[in-house]
C-alpha cells in the first residue's frame, strides 16, 4: 500500500510540470491620467502562466499540424469600473478594467484582448502623481456596482 502511494506521488511530480499552468493571478493595475490629481493602483487579477506550444523548424515540410501556439488567455472575463479621485468636473473619471475569472490555453483573441507582451521599464517608477489605493469589491470605495 505505501508502495503504490509513492509511486503515485512520484508519478504525480514528474508529470505536474507536463499539465498546463494558465490561471488567474493578482496584479496590480497603475492608472495615471494627465488631468486627475492622483495616480491611482487597483488590485485585478490577469491571466498567466504556461500553456504548451510547438513550433517546428520543418514547418515547411510538414505543413501547420507541427505549428501548435498558444497562449494563457481569458476564458471567462469581467469587467468592473472605478471612480477616479481627484478628476475635475469637466474631465471624465471612469476607468474600467478587466478581471480574469477563468482562464484556459488557446489563442489569444487580438479584438478583445492584448496579446503582446510589454516590456517594463524597470526603474521602478510607476506613477509622476501621489499614489492612491482602490479596493475593486462592491462596499468598497470607488467601485461602481455592475447592472
Known amino acids: 500500500m505505501e508502495l503504490s502511494v509513492a509511486m503515485c506521488g512520484l508519478l ?5 510540470q507536463a499539465v ?10 497603475y492608472e495615471e491620467r494627465r488631468e486627475c490629481d492622483f495616480c491611482v493602483s487597483i488590485n485585478t487579477t490577469i491571466c498567466m502562466g504556461f500553456c504548451y506550444s510547438r513550433d517546428s523548424n520543418m514547418k515547411e515540410l510538414a505543413g501547420p499540424r507541427f505549428l501548435i501556439q498558444r497562449g494563457c488567455t481569458y476564458d471567462q472575463v469581467e469587467y468592473r469600473t472605478v471612480i477616479l479621485p481627484g478628476c475635475p468636473l469637466h474631465a471624465n473619471p471612469l476607468f474600467t478594467y478587466p478581471v480574469a475569472l477563468s482562464c484556459h490555453c488557446g489563442t489569444c483573441n487580438t479584438d478583445s484582448d492584448e496579446c503582446a507582451h510589454k516590456a517594463s521599464s524597470g526603474d521602478g517608477a510607476r506613477c509622476s502623481k501621489p499614489l492612491r489605493h482602490i479596493y475593486p469589491y462592491p462596499g468598497r470605495n470607488n467601485y461602481i456596482h455592475p447592472n
Open 20 to 29: 498546463p499552468m494558465c490561471v488567474p493571478t493578482d496584479y496590480t493595475l
Open 12 to 16: 504525480c511530480l514528474l508529470f505536474s
